[in-house]
Nanobody, 123 residues
Framework: VQLVESGGGLVRAGGSLSLSCALT????????IAWFRQVPGDGRRGVAG????????YYGVSLRDRFTISTDDAKTTVFLRIKGLKAEDTAVYFC?????????????????WGQGTQVTVTS
């Protein structure tokens, strides 16, 4: 199971950003893929997840309005689009995978992780 994030960077507040998580070497339909974010001094917090087999999506509390998780038709990449960026969105964003169909957003439920991509929002 390999996950590689990309798309982070420096973005102005109010702007939008799309992060990508490339998926390789596993049967994606058996997995949930989720995005997490982490700021210094805090643990990883779930942002959004997607059931790869059925396409169901789910979100962390209060995040549904500005965050959208999706996948391409080939199911090789999972995207996280963030609109209306705020300073508090500054974090390292990780994608992660877990086998199974239950909707989970706890980091301890996910055994496979990418290396993360930094998003910094400037005013």
């Amino acid at each position: 199971v390999q996950l590689v994030e990309s798309g982070g960077g420096l973005v102005r507040a109010g702007g939008s950003l799309s992060l990508s998580c490339a998926l390789t070497e596993f049967p994606v339909d058996d997995y949930q893929i989720a995005w997490f974010r982490q700021v210094p001094g805090d643990g990883r917090r779930g942002v959004a997840g997607i059931n790869m087999k059925f396409g169901y999506t789910y979100y962390g509390v209060s995040l549904r309005d500005r965050f959208t998780i999706s996948t391409d038709d080939a199911k090789t990449t999972v995207f996280l689009r963030i609109k209306g960026l705020k300073a508090e969105d500054t974090a390292v964003y990780f994608c992660a995978a877990r086998r199974g169909q239950e909707h989970r957003l706890g980091p301890s439920d996910f055994p496979y992780w990418g290396q993360g991509t930094q998003v910094t929002v400037t005013s």
